[in-house]
Every structure is written in C-alpha cells, then in structure tokens.
C-alpha cells in the first residue's frame, strides 16, 4: 500500500533533509571558503578553507587584525567579490554561482550595506529624506508607498526631525543613522556593516550600536558587523575572530541573573574546531609553552592534552 503523506509530514522531512545539510537552514553559510589573488607572479591566500554559520535573526560581530581575512569575506558576502573555492550561501543565493542579474538582485534587495566612511553610504547633494528614498525609486516603488517607507525609517533611527538635513548638516553619528536607514530601505534579509563606528567616539558609537539592536530586535534583520576593535564586538551575542583566513575562537555571551538578583553578562570563549578537524590554538596560549611545529597529543575521557613535542608528560596529564 502507497504511503500518504500529509503536507505538514512532507515539509518536515524535507527540513529534516536540509538539516543535513551543512549549515542547512541558516542565512549565511560558509562551508571551506577559499579566496586567493594573483598580484604580479605571487599568489596571496587571503581565506584558507573558511567555515562560518549564521542562523537567521543574528546579531554578530567578525574581528580580526588587519591581514586576517575579515574584508575579504565582508566582500564576498557582499556579493562584491567572488571566492576561489568552497561553498557559501546568504539568504538561500550561491555566491559562488550566480549571474550577473541574480547578483545585482540580491545586493539589492537581499542585503542592505553600512560603510564605515560617510561618503560611500550617502550622497552629499541631497538631503537626509532623498538619500533614503533612492534605493525606492531604482526599486520602482511607488511614490507614496516610498514616502511612508522613509518617515517610517527616520522614525526607526530616530531621526524624525532632520529629513531636510543634508549629510554636511549632520554629525558623524547622524550621518551613521541616516545610512541605516538607506541599507534598511528595501526591507533586506541581511544587513553588513563594515566598521561602522570606526570613526565615531565611544558613546555615539553605543548609541548606533543601540539603533542595530533595536532593528535586530524589531525587524527580525539578521546583522553582521565587522571591526578590528574588540570592545565593539562586547555590543553582540556571539563574537567570531578571524585569524590566517580561518575562524578562530568565538565568544558567546548570555544574560543571567547574579547572586544579588541583577542582571549580568557572562561571556565564554570557545576555540573552533573547523570541518576539516583543523583548531587553532590561542596566540597567547602557543607563546606560553612556545609550541613550534609538532606538538603531543593524547586523548582523556573528557578532555585532549596539548603538550610540546619532546617533553615528558606530567603526572597530572597536563602540561
């Protein structure tokens, strides 16, 4: 007898499937990212075999050094750069397969982008309101829906008031709202942000930061920022470096109640381990047992020892 399916069993199993799938169901995916450039007759390994997941409705910050990698995948999320080899979806698009027109589409409407320099998110002859409004009209939106669409923006950046104001008319940390709002206008999944505080003192870049949260929190925006600066990366959930073109370590943070009965962030530093079995250890950690080349592995029921090559273990089985 032929099995019946309802619709609802049908839909699970194929999420059960997806699953399955590295990354499946996720928003962004990064499954053994590679990204090399040829300059001159030297080949120059900027991501060395990546591997990132980002759920949807995230808000996460990517650091790391200057060399690390970081822009490169910003610029290949982006859809502004391809990668050599690998995998890497955003939003259910192949980054690494994807025409002309698909890709135009999805910088469009799929991702909204925020500069750390003014002068790549706005345009400095039109006011604050027309900036808004431009990603609307190459949209063909009509006017009226564009109109509610921009007040409604201004209101979300707390902006209401300087529409008219144009971006030399504006400080630093307005100009930052306003170009929010332009990568918000065309209601995108995602929303990429390269250092976007990076020129902004400490507490106008808390309050941008507060903006993202509201959006990540309100609009369901799935967010990704990108920063050298480690004290910005404190603002998010989940922090991921970069180090050598590969994810490094990653630092969760949640909300529990202390003993006094306040609320209290508690942050947790995890290595990863990659696809491949790679794991890179702390710098800090290599240049305290001056670890070189080879190093002692041995494997505890709950734990693996990590020891430089050519020493005795201890008693203990640590060190």
Same mark, same amino acid.
């Given at each position: 007898?032929? &099995?019946?399916?309802?619709?609802?069993?049908?839909?699970?199993?194929?999420?059960?499937?997806?699953? &399955?799938?590295?990354?499946?169901?996720?928003?962004?995916?990064?499954? =053994?990212?590679? !990204?090399?450039?040829?300059?001159?007759?030297?080949?120059?390994?900027?991501?060395?075999?990546?591997? /990132?997941?980002?759920?949807?409705?995230?808000?996460?910050?990517?650091?790391?050094?200057?060399?690390?990698?970081?822009?490169?995948?910003?610029?290949?999320?982006?859809?502004?750069?391809?990668?050599?080899?690998?995998?890497?979806?955003?939003?259910?698009? +192949? $980054?690494?397969?994807?025409?002309?027109?698909?890709?135009?589409?999805?910088?469009?409407?799929?991702?909204?982008?925020?500069?750390?320099?003014?002068?790549? =998110? /706005?345009?400095?002859?039109?006011?604050?309101?027309? =900036?808004?409004?431009?990603?609307?009209?190459?949209?063909?939106?009509?006017?009226?829906?564009?109109?509610?669409?921009?007040?409604?923006?201004?209101?979300?950046?707390?902006?209401?008031?300087?529409?008219?104001?144009?971006?030399?008319?504006?400080?630093?940390?307005?100009?930052?709202?306003?170009?929010?709002?332009?990568? $918000?206008?065309?209601?995108?999944?995602?929303?990429?942000?390269?250092?976007?505080?990076?020129? $902004?003192?400490?507490?106008?870049?808390?309050?941008?930061?507060?903006?993202? !949260?509201?959006?990540?929190?309100?609009?369901?925006?799935?967010?990704?920022?990108?920063?050298? +600066?480690? /004290?910005?990366?404190?603002?998010? &959930?989940?922090?991921?470096?970069?180090? +050598?073109?590969?994810?490094?370590?990653?630092?969760?943070?949640?909300?529990?109640?202390?003993?006094?009965?306040?609320?209290?962030?508690?942050? &947790?530093?995890?290595?990863?381990?990659?696809?491949?079995?790679?794991?890179?250890?702390?710098?800090?950690?290599?240049?305290?047992?001056?670890?070189?080349?080879?190093?002692?592995?041995? /494997?505890?029921?709950?734990?693996? =020892?990590?020891?430089?090559?050519?020493? !005795?273990?201890?008693?203990?089985?640590?060190?």
């Amino acid at each position: 007898m032929t &099995e019946q399916l309802d619709y609802q069993t049908m839909l699970d199993r194929a999420a059960d499937v997806e699953r &399955e799938v590295y990354g499946g169901g996720a928003v962004i995916v990064c499954d =053994n990212l590679v !990204k090399i450039y040829k300059i001159a007759d030297l080949e120059v390994v900027a991501l060395q075999g990546l591997d /990132l997941v980002v759920n949807q409705g995230e808000f996460i910050a990517l650091v790391g050094s200057s060399g690390s990698g970081k822009s490169t995948l910003l610029n290949i999320l982006g859809g502004l750069d391809r990668p050599s080899a690998g995998h890497v979806r955003v939003a259910g698009y +192949d $980054l690494l397969d994807i025409g002309h027109k698909d890709r135009t589409s999805y910088r469009r409407n799929v991702i909204g982008f925020v500069w750390q320099q003014t002068g790549r =998110n /706005l345009l400095s002859y039109v006011d604050a309101a027309a =900036n808004i409004e431009m990603p609307l009209i190459l949209n063909g939106v009509s006017s009226s829906v564009r109109q509610h669409r921009v007040n409604e923006l201004l209101e979300i950046v707390g902006l209401s008031d300087r529409g008219d104001h144009y971006p030399t008319e504006l400080s630093g940390g307005e100009q930052q709202r306003v170009a929010i709002a332009v990568a $918000l206008a065309n209601k995108p999944e995602v929303l990429f942000a390269d250092e976007p505080t990076g020129e $902004l003192d400490t507490r106008t870049s808390t309050e941008i930061f507060d903006v993202f !949260k509201k959006i990540n929190e309100e609009e369901g925006v799935t967010i990704v920022v990108v920063t050298h +600066d480690p /004290l910005v990366a404190e603002h998010v &959930e989940r922090t991921i470096a970069i180090r +050598d073109g590969r994810t490094s370590s990653e630092v969760l943070r949640r909300t529990q109640i202390g003993e006094a009965g306040d609320h209290e962030v508690v942050a &947790e530093e995890f290595a990863v381990l990659d696809r491949a079995g790679r794991l890179q250890l702390p710098e800090d950690y290599v240049a305290a047992l001056d670890l070189e080349e080879r190093v002692r592995l041995t /494997l505890d029921p709950d734990h693996v =020892n990590v020891w430089p090559d050519g020493r !005795k273990r201890s008693p203990e089985g640590g060190k």
